[in-house]
């Protein structure tokens, strides 16, 4: 199982990101896929999942603001990050169950004037 993210980055208060993960090695559209972020000296936390049937979980912090999706015949994830406040920086990290806890090599994004 590989997972590659892209499209972290800096942008100003109000701005947006689209973060994309790319996997490979297993069967994508059978499994569930989610996006977590780390800010520094806190937990990993649990941002967005979208199961492999469409059904879609958004934490609380960023809900009506984040839109998970997928593309099962490019086998990625996506995040649409809108209205991004300085308090969604964090590294972001997409993952995936197969057995185990698989994770990507996270992506940096800062929010920040």
């Known amino acids: 199982v590989q997972l590659v993210e892209f499209g972290g980055g800096l942008v100003q208060p109000g701005g947006s990101l689209r973060l994309s993960c790319a996997a490979s090695?297993?069967?994508?559209?059978?499994?569930?896929m989610s996006w977590y972020r780390q800010a520094p000296g806190k937990e990993r936390d649990l941002v967005a999942t979208m199961s492999s049937g469409g059904r879609i979980y958004y934490a609380r912090s960023v809900k009506g603001r984040f839109t998970i999706s997928r593309d099962n015949a490019k086998n990625t994830v996506y995040l649409q990050m809108n209205s991004l406040k300085p308090e969604d920086t964090a590294v972001y990290y997409c993952n995936v169950r197969v057995e185990q806890d698989y994770w990507g090599q996270g992506t940096q994004v800062t929010v920040s004037s």
């Open positions: 090695g297993f069967t994508f559209s059978s499994y569930a």
